[in-house]
């Protein structure tokens, strides 16, 4: 297996972004732009908004995700949603372990392994975030880095479930920022990703698992970076907000 053979997912990240109803009228528009991918079409959506996306994208290719899922199937955690509660709505993917979660609310590598487990487990697809700072890349840490935290989210994951599992590269000083990490860069960071899958699990099932780069991506430099043979898409910030900005990054990636 190889890139060819492994589907892009370019999902969007919406953040904290959109009300329901601009979650509703942002799909509507997004619906036929995109209808025509050859590639995964997600859009991981706040909690409140996701009944509102979920009927907006019905009988089209764009599948829902949520920014983020607990560990515990249920029990006194005030204010978290657990697994079951999102499938239930058809939730089918949930970010994990952003960088702005591990940044502002203390997530940490072992709780992002707990929740992947919990998603596995409640039958939702992870799209586990890694990626390192400028201040640990210009160190030079930045392979050991991403190889430390691949592993770490993925302890205890059977090889068997890695099929629904999505690695996302995001280098921290990309996100948000308007820098780009180079194609290079990215394909380099995501290779990284991978010879740790690889250390873990075997080269041929590293060869199977999607690994996503995230960091202003974007319609104008979208198609450079999902040509790289370690890209297998994109998570979106910014420009998944914009359907017609989407749909050039979905677009781009349907060509590969
Ligand atoms: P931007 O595309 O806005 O840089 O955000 C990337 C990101 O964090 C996606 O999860």
């Known amino acids: ?15 904290m972004n959109k009300t329901p109803a601009e979650a509703k009228a942002l799909i509507e528009e997004m619906k036929p732009l995109v209808a025509g991918a050859d590639c995964e079409v997600v859009l ?7 009944p509102a996306a979920i009927e907006a994208a019905k009988g089209s290719n764009i599948k829902i995700g949520a920014e983020n899922v607990h560990f515990k199937a249920s029990g006194a955690y005030t204010g978290e949603i657990a697994a079951n509660m999102l499938k239930e709505l058809g939730v089918e ?12 609310f203390g997530e940490t590598d072992q709780t992002v392994n707990l929740r992947t487990l919990a998603a596995l487990e409640g039958g939702l697809k992870p799209i586990v975030c890694v990626g390192e700072t400028l201040e640990q890349r ?3 840490y930045t392979e050991t880095l991403l190889k430390f935290q691949t592993k770490m989210a993925l302890t205890n994951v059977k090889a068997s479930e890695l099929k629904d599992v999505v690695i996302a590269y995001e280098p921290v000083w990309a996100i948000g920022t308007g820098v780009t990490a180079t194609a290079d860069q990215a394909d380099e960071g995501n290779g990284f990703v991978r010879a740790a899958i690889a250390e873990a699990y075997g080269a041929e099932v590293a ?4 690994v996503q780069y995230g960091g202003s991506m974007n319609a104008k430099n979208a198609e450079e970076l999902v040509a790289k043979v370690n890209v297998d898409g994109g998570l979106i910030g910014g420009a998944s907000l914009k359907a017609a900005d989407f749909a050039v990054i979905v677009s781009a990636a349907s060509d590969k």
């Open 1 to 15: 297996m190889n890139k060819a053979t492994r589907k892009a997912v370019i999902a969007g990240n919406w953040k």
């Open 44 to 50: 991981c959506v706040p909690f409140v908004d996701i």
């Open 93 to 104: 993917y949930v970010v994990i372990g952003h960088s702005e979660r591990r940044q502002y």
């Open 138 to 140: 210009e160190l030079g």
């Open 207 to 210: 060869e199977t698992v999607t």
